[in-house]
Nanobody
Protein backbone atom coordinates (compact mmCIF):
# COMPACT_ATOMS: atom_id res chain seq x y z
CA UNK A 1 0.00 0.00 0.00
CA UNK A 2 1.20 3.48 -0.92
CA UNK A 3 0.58 6.67 1.04
CA UNK A 4 0.92 9.99 -0.76
CA UNK A 5 1.16 13.56 0.52
CA UNK A 6 1.07 16.61 -1.75
CA UNK A 7 2.64 19.95 -0.93
CA UNK A 8 3.73 23.16 -2.63
CA UNK A 9 0.39 24.69 -3.47
CA UNK A 10 -0.43 28.30 -2.83
CA UNK A 11 -1.46 31.60 -4.34
CA UNK A 12 0.38 32.87 -7.39
CA UNK A 13 -0.23 35.54 -10.01
CA UNK A 14 -0.93 34.63 -13.61
CA UNK A 15 2.29 33.94 -15.45
CA UNK A 16 4.02 32.74 -12.33
CA UNK A 17 5.32 29.32 -11.35
CA UNK A 18 4.87 26.74 -8.64
CA UNK A 19 6.42 23.37 -8.00
CA UNK A 20 4.23 20.74 -6.41
CA UNK A 21 5.68 17.76 -4.59
CA UNK A 22 4.19 14.34 -3.99
CA UNK A 23 5.96 12.50 -1.20
CA UNK A 24 5.35 8.77 -0.96
CA UNK A 25 5.84 6.15 1.69
CA UNK A 26 6.85 2.56 1.20
CA UNK A 27 9.94 0.63 0.31
CA UNK A 28 8.98 0.17 -3.32
CA UNK A 29 7.87 3.63 -4.37
CA UNK A 30 10.37 3.69 -7.21
CA UNK A 31 8.36 0.90 -8.89
CA UNK A 32 5.12 2.91 -9.04
CA UNK A 33 3.69 4.96 -11.84
CA UNK A 34 2.42 8.30 -10.49
CA UNK A 35 -0.19 10.64 -11.91
CA UNK A 36 -1.24 14.20 -11.17
CA UNK A 37 -4.89 15.22 -11.34
CA UNK A 38 -6.74 18.40 -10.50
CA UNK A 39 -10.27 19.33 -9.57
CA UNK A 40 -11.79 22.78 -9.74
CA UNK A 41 -14.97 23.68 -7.87
CA UNK A 42 -18.02 22.20 -9.55
CA UNK A 43 -15.97 20.22 -12.06
CA UNK A 44 -14.86 16.64 -12.47
CA UNK A 45 -11.39 15.59 -11.51
CA UNK A 46 -9.22 15.83 -14.61
CA UNK A 47 -5.93 14.35 -15.65
CA UNK A 48 -2.86 16.59 -15.67
CA UNK A 49 0.26 14.46 -16.12
CA UNK A 50 1.73 11.06 -15.35
CA UNK A 51 5.16 9.48 -15.18
CA UNK A 52 6.24 5.87 -15.39
CA UNK A 53 8.00 4.07 -12.58
CA UNK A 54 11.35 4.55 -14.28
CA UNK A 55 10.69 8.12 -15.34
CA UNK A 56 11.22 7.15 -18.95
CA UNK A 57 7.65 7.81 -20.05
CA UNK A 58 5.62 10.95 -19.37
CA UNK A 59 2.21 12.02 -20.63
CA UNK A 60 0.38 15.32 -20.33
CA UNK A 61 -3.05 16.75 -20.81
CA UNK A 62 -3.22 19.06 -23.81
CA UNK A 63 -4.21 21.93 -21.55
CA UNK A 64 -0.87 21.86 -19.73
CA UNK A 65 1.50 20.56 -22.39
CA UNK A 66 4.47 22.87 -22.79
CA UNK A 67 3.82 24.58 -19.46
CA UNK A 68 3.96 21.78 -16.90
CA UNK A 69 6.70 19.21 -16.37
CA UNK A 70 6.42 16.04 -14.33
CA UNK A 71 9.54 14.45 -12.91
CA UNK A 72 10.61 12.17 -10.11
CA UNK A 73 13.44 11.61 -7.70
CA UNK A 74 13.14 8.03 -6.55
CA UNK A 75 15.96 8.44 -4.05
CA UNK A 76 13.74 10.96 -2.26
CA UNK A 77 10.49 9.06 -2.86
CA UNK A 78 9.11 12.19 -4.46
CA UNK A 79 7.36 13.12 -7.70
CA UNK A 80 7.25 16.76 -8.80
CA UNK A 81 4.99 18.84 -10.97
CA UNK A 82 6.70 22.00 -12.16
CA UNK A 83 4.03 24.46 -13.28
CA UNK A 84 5.09 27.46 -15.35
CA UNK A 85 3.13 30.18 -17.11
CA UNK A 86 0.22 29.59 -14.79
CA UNK A 87 -3.23 30.73 -15.82
CA UNK A 88 -6.33 31.42 -13.74
CA UNK A 89 -7.93 28.33 -15.25
CA UNK A 90 -5.22 26.25 -13.58
CA UNK A 91 -6.82 27.03 -10.23
CA UNK A 92 -7.80 23.74 -8.61
CA UNK A 93 -6.96 21.25 -5.92
CA UNK A 94 -4.11 19.13 -7.23
CA UNK A 95 -3.82 15.46 -6.33
CA UNK A 96 -1.18 12.87 -6.92
CA UNK A 97 -2.12 9.24 -7.32
CA UNK A 98 -0.64 5.78 -7.72
CA UNK A 99 -2.07 2.54 -9.12
CA UNK A 100 -2.70 -0.56 -7.04
CA UNK A 101 0.34 -2.42 -8.29
CA UNK A 102 3.94 -1.53 -9.07
CA UNK A 103 5.17 -0.96 -12.62
CA UNK A 104 1.72 -0.31 -14.03
CA UNK A 105 1.50 1.42 -17.38
CA UNK A 106 1.01 5.17 -17.32
CA UNK A 107 -2.64 6.13 -17.56
CA UNK A 108 -4.71 9.27 -17.99
CA UNK A 109 -7.92 8.06 -16.36
CA UNK A 110 -8.64 8.44 -12.68
CA UNK A 111 -9.74 4.80 -12.81
CA UNK A 112 -6.14 3.80 -13.49
CA UNK A 113 -5.22 4.87 -9.96
CA UNK A 114 -6.00 3.43 -6.56
CA UNK A 115 -4.12 5.52 -4.00
CA UNK A 116 -4.64 9.26 -3.67
CA UNK A 117 -3.19 12.06 -1.62
CA UNK A 118 -5.28 14.62 0.20
CA UNK A 119 -4.61 17.35 -2.35
CA UNK A 120 -2.98 20.77 -2.34
CA UNK A 121 -4.72 23.98 -3.36
CA UNK A 122 -3.36 26.02 -6.26
CA UNK A 123 -4.89 29.42 -6.83
CA UNK A 124 -3.84 31.60 -9.76
CA UNK A 125 -4.97 35.20 -9.67
CA UNK A 126 -5.45 37.38 -12.74
Amino acid sequence: QVQLVESGGGLVQAGGSLRLSCAASGRYFSNYTVGWFRQAPGKEREFVAAISWSGGTTIYADSVKGRFTISRDNAKNTVYLQMNSLKPEDTAVYYCAAPDRPRARVGSSRWDYEYWGQGTQVTVSS
